[in-house]
């Protein structure tokens, strides 16, 4: 499957933000920086405005009041999120859209942030998953290292009959292998488009979240 192109290009602004960012897309692999994820996180809110998608910001909810990502909420290698994480999220933003557009069946969507909810712990000591977190149905479609490159290559299979939506997070593993920004939002602006045209249904863009520096 081909990717789709961006046909609506970003807005001067987004760009400008893109281009004055030191390191933008351009950091050797594995440096990630948190200023690199905020300016893809303003790409991101850009084109799910243009897009007409709901925009959740997954990021600012792990800060603590000084700014910067909160311990508590992650692994000891201060990528992958933690019990309370998972939590805070689904309870902060998940749980609370769910409620608001009224769905009943969620397809969650990403990388290994997606995938690895099972470090939540239930009452009887069982791993959690994402029907647990957030009170209804829901399809873990996260995948261990994932880009946004390999998400549009496993689309067909994403698509689940019953989802009535589907909460997308990626963008971190590209960062993370020097992909630059626009390259990225062109890739997620294909996932968008072509879930959207398969499945009839919306997608919920989620900023990616900040690492522990």
């Known amino acids: 499957m081909e990717p789709l192109k961006l046909h609506d290009p970003l807005p001067a602004l987004a760009l400008c933000c893109l281009l004055l960012i030191p390191g933008c897309g351009e950091s050797a ?7 690199e994820i905020r ?16 925009y959740l910001d997954t990021y600012s909810i792990m800060l603590g009041s000084n700014g910067k990502p909160f311990r508590f909420f992650y692994e ?11 939590r805070r999220w689904a309870d ?14 969620a397809a969650m969507v990403g990388d290994s942030i997606t995938r690895r909810v099972a470090v939540v712990k239930l009452v009887d ?3 959690a998953a994402w029907d647990d977190l957030l009170g209804i149905k829901a399809y873990n479609l996260g995948v261990d290292g994932e ?10 299979s994403i698509v689940q009959d019953d989802a009535d939506c589907y909460f997308l ?16 939002i062109t890739h997620v602006d294909a996932i968008i488009q072509t879930l959207v045209a398969k499945s009839r249904k919306p997608v919920i863009v989620q900023a990616v979240m900040p690492l522990i520096p």
Do not use: F
């Open 29 to 35: 692999v594995g440096e990630t920086s948190n200023i």
């Open 39 to 54: 300016a893809l996180n303003m790409a991101l809110a850009t084109l799910a405005q243009q897009r007409n998608c709901a």
């Open 76 to 86: 000891s290698d201060g990528e992958h999120l933690a019990a309370p994480g998972y």
């Open 92 to 105: 902060s933003l998940l749980v609370p859209h769910i409620k608001a557009t009224k769905r009943t069946c």
């Open 125 to 127: 000591g069982s791993d």
């Open 147 to 156: 880009t946004s490159a390999e998400v549009i290559s496993r689309l067909d």
């Open 169 to 184: 997070m990626i963008g971190n593993n590209d960062l993370h292998a020097g992909v630059p920004i626009a390259e990225i």
